[in-house]
């Protein structure tokens, strides 16, 4: 095992608490068979990993762009298929490497279409993504955590015991898993057009871009990706390139609940859109249902918004705003939310989303007139607050929905299984 392994085996991974950091550490199940997963790496640790197997610096170099686009343009996962190494250096490479995808460990269809899937890592924890298809788009919810620390009132995610920050494999692996299951990887033999060594399969049709059906992507699944920023920022950097998956920074938004904190950074080192977790215009509401409030409050995270350096008029911030009967949904608020977003020359537009109820959820969602009059007096106000339609309710697959599977089982349980599972590696 290399340095750049060894690293990775020893990852402490550092959760945020509500109030201070907690780490938790990471379990690495190493493969039983000592390969190592390339799912996630970038192209500068693709070319570590190389070096560490023996190739001169010259060659890793190259190995490790046709590898990168082998694995993020084309979803390729068996060295065999790619047909510009040849056929000796295909054989040194699965010896050694394996292209992983996250273990699904069930699938699920809504009847409206949407999608979700509840995957498993390597040390046994589960994490779940959903995909939205509609007329024009097909939007995944990425997941950045398993659970979530924040605890909001009115999200399923936050009753989570378990919480461990995903890594980037396992969230890159999620985009890719989505785009195997919907067949949409660019078919035929164009190789990664680097260099041609071996070109025996020339009889192979030739490359055809399929219309894409993942268009979108939202970091709005499970956890808060500012509490697993340099993860989140890694895989959305591989997502995002041009030789990969290419998926443009626009067609990204990141949701936070407001850590305030890592917002200038994310524009920075990320800068994709920005969705805002609002949904309270009081401290008194807010701090109730955003718990996070109580240390960054409402004045500071639209400060902070306004401060924003990619936010403009043609890339807007937008605000989500649950509604919940009797909590934040009055006429009052409506101008209150209107009132606070101008104060701060906000160039916004505020998603109302009707609450999604779940076993054991404090809130009703508000009636439709409510919602219908919320979004009329924003509307008035200049600001554009369409109502979201939930998608996916009918297998909890719904914002703020979701929570995994495994939280049935104890810690206790978890560890023994976790134990049982080493001991069976050896
Ligand atoms: N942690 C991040 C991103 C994940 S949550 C955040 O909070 O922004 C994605 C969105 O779903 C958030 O706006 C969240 O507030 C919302 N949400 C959570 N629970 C919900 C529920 N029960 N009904 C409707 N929306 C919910
Ligand atoms: Fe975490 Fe977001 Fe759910 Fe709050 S709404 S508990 S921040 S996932």
């Known amino acids: 095992m290399g340095a750049f392994m060894q690293s990775a085996a020893n990852l402490v991974m550092p959760i945020p608490g509500l109030i201070d950091p907690v780490p938790v550490p990471r379990a690495v199940t190493p493969r039983a068979d000592g390969r190592t ?18 190739l001169d610096v010259k060659a890793a170099k190259l190995r490790a762009k046709q590898l990168f686009h082998w694995l993020y ?10 047909t510009d190494l040849a056929k000796p250096m295909r054989g040194w490479m699965a010896e050694r ?21 509840l995957l498993r890592s390597d040390d046994g924890q589960d994490y779940e993504m959903v995909f939205i298809p509609d007329a024009d788009r097909g939007t995944l919810c990425v997941s950045s955590q398993v659970g979530c620390t924040l605890n909001c009132r009115f999200c399923h995610t936050g009753t989570m015991r378990l919480v461990r920050n995903l890594t980037p494999g396992e969230i890159v692996g999620q985009v890719m898993l989505a785009r195997d299951a919907l067949g949409e990887w660019p078919k035929g033999n164009m190789g990664s057009g680097i260099a041609v060594l071996d070109d025996e399969d020339e009889d192979a049709p030739q490359y055809s871009p399929d219309g894409r059906m993942l268009t979108n992507i939202v970091m709005m699944g499970m956890g808060e990706p500012l509490y697993n920023f340099e993860h989140v920022r890694d895989a959305l950097k591989v997502v995002m390139d041009g030789d990969g998956l290419a998926l443009s920074r626009r067609r990204i938004t990141l949701s936070t609940s407001g850590v305030i904190p890592m917002m200038a950074r994310a524009s ?23 718990p996070l409030n109580k240390k960054y409050g409402i004045e500071e995270l639209l400060q902070a918004c306004a401060d924003y350096p990619k936010a403009s008029n043609a890339r807007r911030i937008t605000f989500e705003y649950v509604m919940i009967r009797d909590k934040n949904d009055s006429d009052e608020d409506a101008r209150e939310l209107v009132r606070l977003l101008r104060k701060y020359k906000l160039p916004a537009k505020v998603n109302l989303i009707p609450f999604n109820p779940w076993p054991g959820s404090d809130y009703e969602c508000s009636t439709p007139d409510r919602i219908r009059a919320f979004s009329s007096i924003v509307f008035e106000g200049g600001i554009s607050a369409p109502v979201r339609t939930p998608r996916g309710r009918d297998i909890m697959a719904a914002c703020g929905q979701l929570k995994s599977a495994s939280e049935k089982k104890s810690r206790a349980e978890l560890d023994r299984l976790a134990a049982e599972k080493q001991a069976a590696l050896g």
């Open 97 to 117: 490497f394996v292209v992983g995808r996250p273990e699904v460990v069930e699938a699920q269809v809504s009847n409206d279409g949407t999608r979700k899937w």
């Open 37 to 54: 997963d390339l799912l996630g790496l970038s192209r500068p640790q693709i070319k570590a990993v190389l070096e560490e197997a023996g």
């Open 73 to 82: 343009h084309r979803g390729e996962t068996d060295f065999d298929a790619m």
């Open 268 to 290: 920075e080192e990320i800068g994709v859109n920005l969705a805002v977790s609002l949904h309270a215009v009081t401290k008194e509401v807010r701090d109730e249902l955003v």
